[in-house]
């Protein structure tokens, strides 16, 4: 059995766990990671455009010099109506927008600009939320009391209508704040959909405004709402942070699995690799499932029954397949990386739901197709049920990718005929291929009740971990999932406080001990 040491271990290659690792190398951290695939990327490479990228990531990793490159233009959405052609929403051209909008209703056409507005002065309202560590609701703790006082500011700075306001429609469903503002059926779907996209909730269920209102916070290479294109996708992006990090000193190996986080009295030690070698190190960073990591690679014994029993208990299953199209060329219909949605009302997305709640596949999934280049295309499929009630995955899996075809053909005239093969990765696979227990796209539901101080857990919401020395630095913590990078920016940054702090002397160059 061989033996290493290091300052800091990063466990999981996606964007999290490369940010970290960079940042950690960057801080002069002697830093591995290990990556249980044969790729880098892990959740990332599903997602077919990049949304909400953190702007602070981009900068303090220098993406753009080390590679990455957004489009002048965002991501435009158009919206699939069956015996018509789309209607068209470009974040590049307000006006162009208010035109193809005022086409189907006058009043929607102001109504959705003074949404989309709306929605994004709110959600800067949060954003000094989404990069910071959560306070601990420790008042005998001066730090704390005034972590607590400056977000207090933040949201006094929002103004006390915007705040109102705020409070008010965060618990809301989304389809009650749709239906407030909008009368057009496909922009109401829309708002639904961007919504409840990877969610196991319905445009009904309560506390959907909140994940909307997320959705429009800042992020790098595109308005507030609306996702950028990065020349590449979101391969692109990983491999800009794959050379961040080893360009800053960070070490990365693939195929590297870890069989256990090595504990002592509480404490982390290190990690036993799949193969059977074990890495010491006194900061360790999990990208992975906060489940993942703490009861499978740490273990029940070494954690209190409660906090095991609480984490278990946390919602994160899966509702989202996607749908990958190899094509001999474009359909004329469909135009690169641009968007189009298959969210014809309120009513088809909680049919869906309903359907899918008792797993069952529903008969007309709401869809978010993206012709990603001229001969690939990608189809995020809502309502896909992890656990299927009378059949199974293996069963049902090519009937349904056909059936999926044939509907896309529907709004898409043109599709079919360049199908070459389509792919679908159900929930029940990322699962087992991301070992993200449900086969949530976020890890964890994105409800009020499992946000800020209470992801993944009431009084674990600081990355810290109830075994000293472990960091999450994944989906499963604050903020969240999507390829923002803040859990990745902000683990790190908790991780190396508290060594810097204290909690540990790190390795020196050669293994030994400083």
């Known amino acids: 059995m061989s033996q290493s040491r290091y300052d800091a271990i990063v466990i999981g290659g996606g964007h999290n766990g490369l940010?970290?690792?960079?940042?950690?190398?960057?801080?002069?951290?002697?830093?591995?990671?290990?990556?249980?695939?044969?790729?880098?990327?892990?959740?990332?490479?599903?997602?077919?455009?990049?949304?909400?990228?953190?702007?602070?990531?981009?900068?303090?990793?220098?993406?753009?010099?080390?590679?990455?490159?957004?489009?002048?233009?965002?991501?435009?959405?158009?919206?699939?109506?069956?015996?018509?052609?789309?209607?068209?929403?470009?974040?590049n051209d307000p006006g162009a927008t208010h035109r193809a909008i005022a086409g189907e209703s006058a009043a929607d056409a102001d109504g959705w600009r003074r949404l989309q507005t709306r929605l994004a002065r709110l959600a800067a309202g949060l954003a000094p939320f989404l990069e910071e560590t959560p306070p601990r609701l420790d008042l005998a703790d001066w730090g704390e009391r005034w972590k607590l006082m400056k977000l207090g500011f933040a949201v006094r700075r929002m103004g006390r209508d915007d705040m109102r306001d705020l409070l008010r429609i965060l618990p809301l469903p989304v389809a009650d704040l749709a239906e407030e503002e909008l009368e057009t059926p496909e922009l109401q779907g829309l708002l639904a959909l961007d919504a409840v996209m990877g969610q196991k909730m319905g445009a009904r269920s309560p506390n959907t405004v909140f994940p909307l209102v997320l959705r429009h916070a800042p992020g790098a290479g595109a308005p507030a709402g609306a996702a950028a294109l990065v020349d590449g996708g979101a391969d692109a992006l990983i491999d800009a942070l794959a050379r961040a990090a080893r360009e800053e000193g960070a070490e990365i190996r693939t195929d590297a699995p870890v069989a256990r986080i090595l504990t002592q009295d509480g404490v982390a030690v290190g990690v036993e690799t799949a193969g059977g070698e074990t890495i010491e190190a006194p900061v360790i960073l999990s990208s992975a499932h906060p489940k993942t990591t703490l009861i499978d690679l740490v273990g029940p014994r070494a954690l209190d029954a409660d906090f095991v029993r609480t984490l278990r208990c946390a919602r994160g299953e899966g509702m989202t397949a996607r749908l990958d199209l190899a094509l001999d060329g474009a359909p004329e219909a469909a135009a690169p990386g641009e968007r189009l949605v298959h969210a014809p009302s309120l009513a088809h997305i909680e049919t869906a739901f309903d359907q899918a709640k008792y797993g069952e596949l529903p008969d007309d999934p709401p869809l978010e197709v993206t012709l990603e280049s001229e001969t690939r295309a990608a189809a995020l499929v809502q309502y896909a049920p992890r656990t299927l009630r009378g059949t199974n995955w293996a069963e049902a899996r090519e009937a349904f990718a056909k059936r999926l075809v044939d509907r896309m053909d529907a709004l898409i005239p043109g599709l079919k005929a360049r199908v070459q093969s389509a792919t679908l990765t159900t929930p029940e696979e990322i699962e087992g291929r991301f070992a993200a227990p449900g086969g949530h796209w976020h890890h964890l539901e994105l409800g009020l009740d499992q946000v800020f101080l209470l992801r993944p857990a009431p009084g674990w919401a600081q990355y810290r971990t109830p075994i000293e020395g472990l960091f999450l630095c994944g989906a499963g913590a604050h903020p969240g999932g999507g390829i923002t990078g803040q859990p990745g920016l902000n683990g790190a940054r908790a991780a190396l406080a508290a060594a810097k702090a204290g909690l540990r002397r790190p390795a020196s160059a050669d293994g030994g001990a400083q």
């Open 19 to 91: 940010i970290a690792a960079a940042l950690a190398a960057h801080a002069g951290r002697r830093t591995l990671l290990l990556e249980a695939g044969e790729e880098l990327g892990g959740m990332a490479g599903l997602a077919p455009s990049v949304h909400r990228l953190s702007a602070t990531v981009v900068e303090a990793l220098q993406l753009k010099r080390r590679g990455l490159a957004f489009s002048a233009s965002a991501q435009r959405t158009g919206l699939l109506r069956e015996g018509r052609g789309p209607l068209s929403l470009d974040p």
